[in-house]
């Protein structure tokens, strides 16, 4: 089992630079045919890497592989795999690949020189309830992620139809409606997981006695209050467009922030 | 006595096209289905031309055939287009070309991969060569030889579209603007679009969109005739251009064309109209001279504001880009021709290979024969069976080599050597005797 895992791990960043580069060449070359089935299929055989490796690791420890911020990443770059194969199945946004699949080839490269050099967490976290906290967590996260990385997207051909700048990369997005509704729709998707994540958390830290409030918290709050924001006004003020796309990367950069604020400071 | 391949067909195009003759001429050309029809017929009977397609549009009318002695086929067909049509035969060979052998294939391959066309990279020529071909092939026009060009055209055409974006981007003025209002509101089905002004160029604009599935129009004018004029071809509903402003903000798409000396649509206008769209995307297109939306308007959040000068830059860029991605695509004809002479070479070493083969299976069913007379019929199906097997493994060497020496042009010296060793010849002068 170790040597398969420790194959699993040298191969994964591999894969998923194999995927970007397929990816890249969607975006950037003609042959649109050719190297669509080819991203097709690296993007498969990454994801059942991925999937393998995280089942080998839970296999090994006896325990869903969720609890040191190695596994943490590791899983939330399989999650925003899994997002980005949902929006390229259900919204034909293949050619996007390449920026929507960079942020997990990135936290998968990461999370693997993370894996195993962390200390465990406090038995007070090892509750069912944390896991379901912790996935519904990194969902909302990969949601975001998705969202933010469609609204720079829209930021950018809005950019280039303002300016008229009639480019390579002007040809190949998808249009500005298209992309501010897929933004909407996945911040909003990713407000929904996070709220079911933070009442899920709240519930479990009262039950188990557990309290404080740390910066980490106080930044999740924000966050969620930015997202929240933004989908009332597009719905009630109609902010769309550029406005709210900007709103979603400020979120997501609250988000970024909140997360580099470290883990939970709750004391028993 | 030494084996000859029976003199090849060559294949040949012979026709005039948007390069090299003028339109009356070209007009004088053209064949309809019936006359095609006709003329295939007349052309084949007195068998000068083996195969052939006809292939006649606007644009170019070619005939492409299978001929032993092209030269013959060029008078041939020459004077009987000219007996049939208004033309004589000195304006086709003045105005006209004749093609034979690769260029002719490499001809028949750069029309098929629209780089021949008129306008470059507009594949609706290969859906007619399609069509051309498939009138041929239906009336047993074509065969063997022209059956597997025209396949290979078909395989180079996809090639073309799929390896390269020869075929993107709008190079018309008005589809330029239905291109960006696709870039700025995805599927224009549903959408509602406002023609401000009843002149050519918005008209010409409507029939774009309307192509494009737009079907609620609004058409504005100063005085109502022309207006219902259009609004009655679109399906739309017409209204007075003093209206505008109050229903400007139920269109998604504005064109503007009218031939006002003064500004007619203001920064105030749409952020009037603006109010009503609760956030969703102005797409105006000014295309009159001078102009009729304030330049201030591209300034508003959620519009996006285009001038004819932005749609020519537009039309300019992709006919670059265009021109650019024809390089690659002759690269793709180049390969696909040079894939067809190699085919097409092959092929004088085919009636060695035949001889071979009929020769050697000839020995086997003898042997056969001679083992399985007076023996139960298992026996007789098993060693048929080892023959035929036998025989496949000792001819698929010399078979294999001999194809390879035809396709890099050794073929006559190969069917040489192949006679002297194997004694096909005389093989065949004693069964022959």
Partial sequence: MEIFIALLKGLLPVAYLICLWFYGQLFFSADETKQSRW???????????????????AAQYHRCPLWTQGEALL?????LAIVHLLSEWSADTRRLGFFTLGPAAFCAT??????????????????????????????????????????ALYLTLHRKLKLKTFDLTFRKLPPLDKLDKLS????????????????????????????GMSPREIGIFVVLAIFLFTAAAR????????????????????????????LHGFHF | MILNAPSQPQVFVLGANHLTASVSLRDRLLLDEKSIQEFAETLLK?????????????????????AEDPKAARTHIENAWAARRNVSEDEIRTHGYFLSETEAIRHLFRVMGSLDSMVLGEMQILGQVKDSYQLASQNGWTDFYLNHIFQSGFHTGKRIHSETTI????????????????????????RVVGVVGAGEMGELAAQHLHKAGARSFLFFNRSMGPAERMAAAFGGESRLLSELQEHMGQCDIVISATGAPDIVITREHVQGALRHRHGRPLFLVDIAAPRDIDPLVGEIENTFLFTIDDLKNAVSGNL???????????????EEAARIESWSRALGVVPVLRTLREKYQAITDREIEKWAAGQPPELRTHLESLGRGLLNKFLHAPTTRLKQLGEQGDGSRASYYADLLFALAREEKQHGD
């Fill in chain 1, 39 to 57: 991203a097709k299929l690296s993007v498969a055989i990454a994801v059942c890497m991925h999937t393998a490796l995280l089942f080998s690791l």
């Fill in chain 1, 75 to 79: 899983f939330l770059a399989w999650m």
């Fill in chain 1, 110 to 151: 990461v999370a693997l020189s993370f894996l195993g050099k962390e200390l465990m967490l406090d038995a007070q976290y090892r509750s069912s309830w944390f896991i379901f906290h912790i996935v519904a967590s990194l969902a909302a996260y990969a949601a975001f992620s998705l969202a933010a990385v469609l609204a």
């Fill in chain 1, 184 to 211: 909407a729709m996945w911040s909003f998707l990713g407000t929904l997981l996070m709220l079911a994540s933070t009442v899920i958390g709240v519930w479990w830290v009262r039950r188990d006695g557990l309290h």
């Fill in chain 1, 235 to 262: 719905r009630t003020l109609g902010w769309r467009g550029r406005r709210h796309a900007i709103w979603i990367l400020a979120g997501f950069a609250a988000l970024v922030l909140a997360n580099l604020a470290g």
């Fill in chain 2, 46 to 66: 007195d068998g000068v031309v083996k195969e052939l397609s006809i292939l006649s549009t606007c644009n170019r009318s070619e005939i492409y055939g299978m």
């Fill in chain 2, 167 to 190: 075929h993107e981007g709008a190079v018309s003025i008005s589809y330029a603007a239905v291109e960006l209002a696709r870039k700025v509101l995805g599927d224009l089905r549903g």
């Fill in chain 2, 320 to 334: 670059e880009l265009r021109r650019q991605e024809a390089h690659k695509a002759e690269a793709i004809v180049e």
